[in-house]
């Protein structure tokens, strides 16, 4: 069984409820009839009712009848969002003619719907870039406690089974933030370790916090930001194991680890790769994706007290698909 299988069952027995905030977007909904059909998920979508009864019989899906479907617009329960969103954000002054306007959003609405407990997790980007998915997701879900950073992650599959946990591993921050400081880039090294374990299925994350210097080979800015990273990651969780600075030979190749770092018990069998910032992250996960064929599952959006999922406005349906089914997973495993 693959790893998406696998996710995809967990999702099933899970049961959690995901909203889609793009309920008249075709992807989106076509994976919506698929997830139904399958009993993946519960699905709310957002968007008009009779707009989504005509788009589905347009496409011939049939299960579509199965999801809560909610018009932002002409929403009964309108006002009941505005006031909470308005409690949410009374200390920036929010008043309730801007929630009234705001919670006619399917983005702002969703986020709603998870604070009242009513959706465990969230999924959107097909139609809407990251920055508008994640501004409410900040605003009323906000981030876990103990963390302010929201990451992105990619589980790599790679036809080399020797890296990594058997040819698989977890890229960060490849989708989120520019430039995190050392104090973010320690978070999201540890909530990196906690995707290996709770999406990927990772016995023991290993967890090399990247650099162009291990142990001191270089000496920069950049280097002693990674050095504080690390710092910070282990008084964060010191049950993670992780180190740093490492290069990225040094971190997976035991050959070299024993070369440049031989006192390090990450060097050369790390899993989990954190990169210092977004562009080398980005950069990295899409070349070794082309260069080396391997898999990219995600982004997986890490830090959220509830999972929000930003899809990319290329996905395809098995996109989305795949991406509920990882949101409903990750909702599972934060309620362990």
Same mark, same amino acid.
């Given at each position: 069984? !693959?790893?998406?299988?696998?996710? #995809? ?7 959690? %409820? ?8 075709? #992807? ?20 008009? =009712? ?22 932002? =617009? ?8 505005? /006031?909470?969103?308005?409690? +949410? #954000?009374?200390?920036? @002054? ?23 407990? /009513? ?23 906000? !981030? ?10 990619? +589980? ?17 921050? %490849?989708? *989120?933030?520019? %430039? ?28 090399? +916090?990247?650099?162009?210097? !291990? ?7 950049? &280097? ?5 990273? !690390?710092? +910070? *990651? ?5 049950? &993670? ?15 070299? *680890? =024993? ?12 899993? =989990? ?14 070349? &070794? ?5 391997? /898999? *990219? ?16 406005? @290329? %996905? ?21």
């Amino acid at each position: 069984m !693959t790893l998406l299988e696998q996710i #995809r069952a967990k999702a099933r027995y899970a049961n959690k %409820c995901i909203v889609l905030a793009e309920g008249t977007e075709e #992807r989106t909904l076509k994976a919506a009839d698929f997830i139904l059909g399958e009993g993946l998920s519960r699905i709310i979508l957002l968007g008009n =009712v009779d707009e989504i009864h005509q788009l589905a019989e347009k496409w011939a899906l049939h299960n579509i009848d199965k999801a809560r479907i909610i018009d932002p =617009v002409n929403n009964e329960k309108k006002e009941f969002y505005a /006031e909470m969103l308005c409690e +949410i #954000r009374k200390k920036k @002054g929010m008043q309730m003619d801007e929630a009234m306007r705001l919670v006619q959003d399917p983005l702002y609405l969703a986020c709603l719907l998870i604070k009242n407990g /009513e959706a465990d997790g969230e999924v959107a980007g097909a139609r809407n870039a990251t920055g508008d998915v994640l501004r409410p997701a900040f605003q009323i879900v906000k !981030t876990q406690p103990g963390i302010s950073v929201v990451s992105g992650a990619y +589980i790599m599959i790679l036809k080399d089974k020797h890296y990594g946990e058997n040819g698989m591993m977890v890229f960060a921050d %490849c989708a *989120a933030t520019p %430039c995190p400081s050392a104090a973010e880039l320690g978070q999201i090294a540890v909530v990196s370790a906690q995707t290996a374990k709770n999406i990927g299925g990772f016995e023991e994350p290993r967890v090399a +916090i990247l650099s162009f210097s !291990t142990k001191g080979s270089a000496k920069h800015e950049l &280097v002693d930001k990674v050095i504080e990273a !690390t710092k +910070i *990651a282990h008084e964060l969780d010191p049950n &993670v194991r992780l180190d740093g600075e490492l290069q990225a030979d040094a971190a997976i190749v035991p050959k070299v *680890a =024993v070369t440049k770092a031989p006192q390090s018990d990450i060097a050369g069998k790390a899993n =989990v790769l954190v990169f210092p910032d977004l562009q080398s992250g980005n950069i990295c996960y899409k070349l &070794v994706q082309r260069l080396a064929g391997a /898999e *990219a599952i995600g982004p997986i959006m890490q830090g959220m007290a509830a999972p929000i999922n930003d899809l990319s406005r @290329g %996905c395809s349906v098995e996109d989305v698909i795949n991406v509920v089914c990882i949101t409903a997973f990750q909702a599972a495993a934060a309620k362990k």
